[in-house]
């Protein structure tokens, strides 16, 4: 039945593979986070190069901010939103014109504390089967809809802790019949699946040993059977969907994540599945460990992580967790405020014997792998294809798109390794500069790179690296787009646009 469940909802990787070998024109549904089992691909065509300032964009309508990326449904593009800071809301779009065909709200006795720039009570994405949508925030727990906005059930759940501020992000996936969320947070963490029409507990699997984390789970259909993967801070563990129970994990020592897996089905001679993972002391602040391991840190993420203000520099308040002395004796200027040149410098004089910069460094929790399918147990020893250290994003997902595997960075880095052995084809600034949260997005030979400055990048899918468009939206964007069929939809901070050439 598992089989037929995933069929049924169009969310196997095996599905999307046979879309993408049969040129598929367009695929309607965009139905959870990332699009299709959240492999951030659409088969659709004639999907737009150069856009904003007027220019291709088919309509934008005003909604309140928040995280969540657009969920499509025929004519449906579904979103969650906080009024006011305070009320939490749930909206249905026309995909046609943009036009709000309803909103609602919905109750929270307490908030959850959020990252007060990064950070937002809706980041979950809305997930739907056509029947009803399914939404998750921290503050609440789970709730379903039908498709005119009337309240089907309510599961209550949280709000969680999360000591690094940012709320829950885990997005909610479906799975036959059933609702299934990850919630690893500060505390007893889990994995739950939900019937969709009742809301009654199928079943509930505790991860004990899970500290926080904001993956969002996938299906993967591998070996003749369908496995639920969660791909955990310390550890990705796959179960059975229908009940919960573990069938294989893979070990990420000192690793924090914050990514979504993706499969590689129909690229290599078996369907290889993509997992990323920062070091989690660097997302932490924790540099004594870090430096007497001898590690390097990941700029990128340490900045995106603790500079609220994105001021350029850190101040005591934003980065709590590291100790005084360490804070002051890296003050070189004693302003009260890190620089990155001031962290550098620290680390020059600590670390001795450094290998040259870009080298693989042993013990460190940043890396990118493959893991083959078929496995029971512990596999960490038998079953990953490849590792790449020193390579992974810090929260924008991996896309594995036509044989090859892009990840994307703050700062405009965009890597492309082969998707079968992990050989890293290139490495270039190509992107929007600045900070790197919406995940990479693919269609029509295409992969859409978004920077936080809501600037859109256009690559050319391929071994070599190559920009055919550079956008922008005039927004800040946190948020992965959407692609369905010749169009794309970008969640802003202020706007859902819909983004198209005209005719198509």
Same mark, same amino acid.
């Given at each position: 039945?598992?089989?037929?469940?995933?069929?049924?909802?169009?969310?196997?990787?095996?599905?999307?593979?046979? *879309?993408?070998?049969?040129?598929?024109?367009?695929?309607?549904?965009?139905?959870?986070?990332?699009?299709?089992?959240?492999? #951030?691909?659409?088969?659709?065509?004639?999907?737009?190069?150069?856009?904003?300032?007027?220019?291709?964009?088919?309509?934008?309508?005003?909604?309140?901010?928040? @995280?969540?990326?657009?969920?499509?449904?025929? /004519?449906?593009?579904?979103?969650?939103?906080?009024?006011?800071?305070?009320?939490?809301?749930?909206?249905?779009? %026309?995909?046609?014109?943009?036009?709000?065909?309803?909103?609602?709200?919905?109750?929270?006795?307490?908030?959850?504390? !959020?990252?007060?720039?990064?950070?937002?009570? %809706?980041?979950?994405?809305?997930?739907?089967?056509?029947?009803?949508?399914?939404?998750?925030?921290?503050?609440?727990?789970?709730?379903?809809?039908?498709?005119?906005?009337?309240?089907?059930?309510?599961?209550?759940?949280?709000?969680?802790? $999360?000591?690094?501020?940012?709320?829950?992000?885990?997005?909610?996936?479906? $799975?036959?019949?059933?609702?299934?969320? @990850?919630?690893?947070?500060?505390?007893?963490?889990?994995?739950?699946?939900?019937?969709?029409?009742?809301?009654?507990?199928?079943?509930?699997?505790?991860?004990?040993? %899970? &500290?926080?984390?904001?993956?969002? &789970?996938?299906?993967?259909?591998?070996?003749?059977?369908?496995?639920?993967?969660?791909?955990?801070?310390?550890?990705?563990?796959? $179960?059975? &969907?229908?009940?919960?129970?573990?069938?294989?994990?893979?070990?990420?020592?000192?690793?924090?994540?914050?990514?979504?897996? !993706?499969?590689?089905?129909?690229?290599?001679?078996?369907?290889?599945?993509?997992?990323?993972?920062?070091? =989690?002391?660097?997302?932490?602040?924790?540099?004594?460990?870090?430096?007497?391991?001898?590690?390097?840190?990941?700029?990128?993420?340490?900045?995106?992580?603790?500079? #609220?203000?994105?001021?350029?520099?850190?101040?005591?308040?934003?980065?709590?967790?590291?100790?005084?002395?360490?804070?002051?004796?890296?003050?070189?200027?004693?302003?009260?405020?890190?620089?990155?040149?001031?962290?550098? /410098?620290? $680390?020059?004089?600590?670390?001795?014997?450094?290998?040259?910069?870009?080298?693989?460094?042993?013990?460190?929790? @940043?890396?990118?792998?493959?893991? =083959?399918?078929?496995?029971?147990?512990?596999?960490?020893?038998?079953?990953?294809?490849?590792?790449?250290?020193?390579?992974?994003?810090?929260?924008?997902?991996?896309?594995?798109?036509?044989? *090859?595997?892009?990840?994307?960075?703050?700062?405009?880095?965009?890597?492309?390794?082969?998707?079968?052995?992990?050989?890293?084809?290139?490495?270039?600034?190509?992107?929007?500069?600045?900070?790197?949260?919406?995940?990479?997005? %693919?269609?029509?030979?295409?992969?859409?790179?978004?920077?936080?400055?809501?600037?859109?990048?256009?690559?050319?899918?391929?071994?070599?690296?190559?920009?055919?468009?550079? @956008?922008?939206?005039?927004?800040?964007?946190?948020?992965?787009?959407?692609?369905?069929?010749?169009?794309?939809?970008?969640?802003?901070? =202020?706007?859902?646009?819909?983004?198209?050439?005209?005719?198509?």
């Amino acid at each position: 039945m598992g089989r037929r469940g995933v069929l049924a909802i169009t969310i196997g990787c095996a599905v999307m593979a046979v *879309h993408l070998a049969l040129g598929a024109e367009e695929a309607p549904n965009w139905p959870q986070f990332r699009g299709p089992n959240a492999s #951030g691909v659409s088969p659709g065509r004639g999907l737009p190069v150069e856009f904003g300032a007027g220019k291709n964009i088919v309509w934008q309508t005003p909604i309140p901010p928040g @995280n969540s990326s657009p969920c499509v449904w025929g /004519e449906r593009v579904f979103l969650t939103g906080v009024e006011d800071s305070r009320r939490l809301v749930v909206l249905c779009v %026309a995909r046609d014109d943009g036009r709000v065909r309803w909103k609602k709200v919905v109750p929270a006795k307490r908030l959850e504390e !959020v990252h007060p720039r990064a950070g937002s009570r %809706a980041s979950p994405t809305p997930a739907t089967d056509g029947q009803r949508v399914y939404v998750f925030f921290g503050s609440v727990g789970l709730v379903s809809f039908d498709l005119e906005g009337r309240l089907v059930w309510s599961h209550p759940l949280g709000p969680f802790t $999360y000591h690094l501020g940012w709320g829950a992000a885990s997005s909610p996936i479906l $799975y036959a019949d059933s609702v299934i969320l @990850n919630c690893d947070h500060d505390g007893q963490s889990f994995l739950l699946a939900l019937d969709g029409k009742t809301g009654q507990v199928k079943w509930r699997t505790p991860r004990p040993d %899970a &500290p926080p984390s904001y993956s969002t &789970p996938i299906l993967w259909e591998a070996a003749g059977r369908t496995e639920l993967v969660v791909a955990g801070s310390g550890r990705v563990t796959a $179960y059975e &969907p229908d009940t919960g129970k573990e069938v294989w994990h893979v070990g990420l020592p000192e690793a924090f994540v914050a990514t979504t897996p !993706v499969c590689s089905a129909g690229f290599s001679p078996y369907p290889l599945l993509i997992v990323a993972a920062v070091d =989690r002391r660097t997302v932490t602040g924790d540099f004594r460990e870090a430096v007497a391991a001898g590690r390097t840190l990941d700029y990128d993420a340490l900045f995106a992580n603790h500079d #609220g203000n994105r001021d350029g520099k850190l101040s005591r308040e934003e980065i709590p967790q590291m100790s005084k002395e360490m804070f002051d004796r890296t003050d070189a200027d004693k302003d009260g405020f890190l620089t990155r040149k001031e962290i550098e /410098e620290e $680390y020059r004089r600590q670390q001795q014997g450094e290998p040259p910069l870009g080298a693989p460094r042993k013990g460190t929790g @940043n890396v990118l792998l493959a893991i =083959r399918p078929g496995g029971r147990g512990d596999v960490a020893d038998t079953h990953v294809a490849w590792r790449v250290p020193g390579v992974a994003p810090y929260v924008p997902s991996p896309l594995c798109y036509g044989g *090859h595997v892009y990840v994307a960075k703050g700062g405009g880095i965009v890597s492309c390794f082969d998707a079968a052995t992990g050989k890293q084809l290139w490495c270039e600034r190509l992107a929007g500069r600045g900070s790197c949260y919406a995940s990479p997005v %693919a269609g029509d030979g295409r992969v859409y790179v978004v920077s936080e400055a809501g600037e859109v990048t256009v690559l050319a899918a391929g071994a070599e690296p190559k920009a055919v468009g550079r @956008n922008a939206l005039g927004e800040r964007c946190l948020a992965t787009p959407a692609i369905v069929g010749s169009r794309l939809y970008f969640r802003t901070d =202020r706007s859902l646009l819909c983004v198209g050439e005209p005719g198509l």
